[in-house]
């Protein structure tokens, strides 16, 4: 195994824990707080490195840890995931059609923003962060099955919830 570097090996982890965070959490400040914080526990853990595992693993599971916390604390919840504007590069789409698909994206980010925690965070692994089914586990701590059952779940919502809005034109 080779030697464990903060700057190649942690830093690169970065946005996708701020993503992970974000997606608990629903707050951008907090979310950057979480992967400071995050990225000082596990620098405070470097004499460990070369016993763990998995080290992406590890990050994601103290910030996952560190945004639950956060969450116990804070008992509001934020209306947005976040406020990145949707982009196309295709300029054959109408101004129209582009307001139709970013109301589609804002519809599905409200539905996967109050999705149960544990089906929020396997879908923010699996969908947008690519993660594997064992990573996911190992993250949460649960098992790969656990995570297949929370991410089928979540679509099933998802889509359950994405058609009843977008037929009643809510």
């Excluded at 980010?109 to 149960?116: A, G, K």
């Excluded at 923010?124 to 098992?143: C, H, M, P, V, W």
């Excluded at 790969?144 to 919830?161: D, G, S």
Aim: charged letters at 30%; a negative charge; hydrophobic letters at 35%.
């Amino acid at each position: 195994m080779s030697e464990i570097s903060f700057r190649n090996d942690i830093m690169p982890l970065k946005n996708q824990l701020y993503r992970l965070a974000l997606r608990i959490t629903l707050d951008n400040a907090e979310a950057e707080d979480i992967v400071q914080e995050t990225l000082i526990k596990v620098w405070n853990q470097r004499d460990r490195w070369n016993e763990i595992e998995n080290i992406p693993a590890f990050c994601f599971t103290i910030c996952r840890n560190l945004s639950l916390d956060s969450i116990k604390r804070q008992a509001n919840q934020h209306q947005s995931l976040d406020n990145t504007p949707v982009e196309h590069t295709d300029n054959a789409i109408t101004p129209s059609e582009k307001a139709i698909q970013r109301d589609q994206v804002n519809l599905v980010r409200h539905i996967v923003d109050n999705l149960p925690e544990k089906q929020r965070s396997c879908i923010q692994l699996r969908d947008f962060e690519g993660k594997t089914y064992k990573d996911i586990a190992e993250i949460l701590n649960i098992s790969t099955e656990q995570v297949k059952v929370n991410i089928f779940r979540a679509r099933q919502t998802i889509k359950l919830r994405f058609q009843d809005l977008d037929d009643y034109g809510l």
